[in-house]
């Protein structure tokens, strides 16, 4: 049984170095690791800005700032521009699969590779096997791997969280030497594509932050909802 929200106990963390903006410190919201998750209990989360990292459902709840902005995708008015266009089309040659897990080492040394290439400056270098688990696993049956071959070469996985309202885009890792594809983009895509098929209204992608560019690229996909005062309203 779904428990109410008012029923749930959350924590805070002690002042901590942003990982997104430069000379800050940041706090963060957790929900009890010791509460019962469902798929009800977290699509509703995710409604408020909630995301999910392993099996722990945070938010961002700095004293001084307010950067860190919930962003999604309504997908049915979502309208590709020229260059999302020209990715969807380069792509159509991929396969794509679903599987159980991503504990194999194909999997593991895609992320491996594309860690060590792509965020060497970033919280998850160097790239470590337990922590990988630990991030990417499926704490409430909600988690779908996508795979996606070229030919018989894995080039990106997609860890997805399917929401009784949406997808949520929780990470991808890709091919760092096929940057022409555009594989980032294209596993948005295949997702925004996919919720529509699904009857599903949204696909979140986290937090959008205008100062931080590796975040920001969010606003690309138009029109794009943001979590402002407790409300979704359009970005643009």
């Known amino acids: 049984m779904t428990s109410s929200l008012r029923d749930l106990k959350v924590y805070t963390t002690y002042p901590h170095t942003c990982s997104y903006l430069p000379d800050r410190e940041a706090t963060t919201l957790f929900i009890d690791p010791r509460q019962d998750i469902d798929q009800a209990l977290y699509s509703r989360l995710s409604q408020l800005g909630f995301r999910r990292s392993g099996s722990h459902i945070y938010r961002p709840h700095c004293?001084?700032?307010?950067?860190?902005?919930?962003?999604?995708?309504?997908?049915?008015?979502?309208?590709?521009?020229?260059?999302?266009?020209?990715?969807?089309?380069?792509?159509?040659?991929?396969?794509?699969?679903?599987?159980?897990?991503?504990?194999?080492?194909?999997?593991?040394?895609?992320?491996?590779?594309?860690?060590?290439?792509?965020?060497?400056?970033?919280?998850?270098?160097?790239?470590?096997?337990?922590?990988?688990?630990?991030?990417?696993?499926?704490?409430?049956?909600?988690?779908?791997?996508?795979?996606?071959?070229?030919?018989?070469?894995?080039?990106?996985?997609?860890?997805?969280?399917?929401?009784?309202?949406?997808?949520?885009?929780?990470?991808?890792?890709?091919?760092?030497?096929?940057?022409?594809?555009?594989?980032?983009?294209?596993?948005?895509?295949?997702?925004?594509q996919r919720a529509r098929d699904l009857g599903l209204a949204h696909v979140y992608l986290g937090y959008w932050i205008e100062n931080c560019q590796k975040m920001r690229y969010k606003d690309r996909y138009q029109p794009l909802e943001l979590l402002v005062e407790g409300r979704w309203t359009a970005s643009r």
């Open 63 to 192: 004293a001084d700032c307010r950067a860190c902005i919930p962003a999604r995708i309504p997908v049915e008015r979502f309208r590709p521009d020229r260059s999302q266009r020209r990715i969807w089309r380069r792509n159509q040659d991929l396969l794509v699969m679903h599987s159980q897990d991503i504990r194999d080492e194909e999997a593991y040394d895609l992320y491996y590779r594309y860690i060590e290439q792509r965020h060497a400056d970033g919280d998850m270098f160097p790239p470590d096997r337990e922590q990988y688990l630990s991030f990417l696993n499926d704490p409430w049956r909600v988690t779908r791997y996508l795979r996606f071959y070229d030919g018989e070469q894995l080039v990106a996985v997609a860890v997805v969280d399917e929401l009784e309202d949406g997808l949520s885009a929780i990470y991808t890792f890709f091919e760092p030497e096929q940057e022409r594809r555009g594989l980032g983009v294209f596993a948005i895509l295949w997702q925004i």
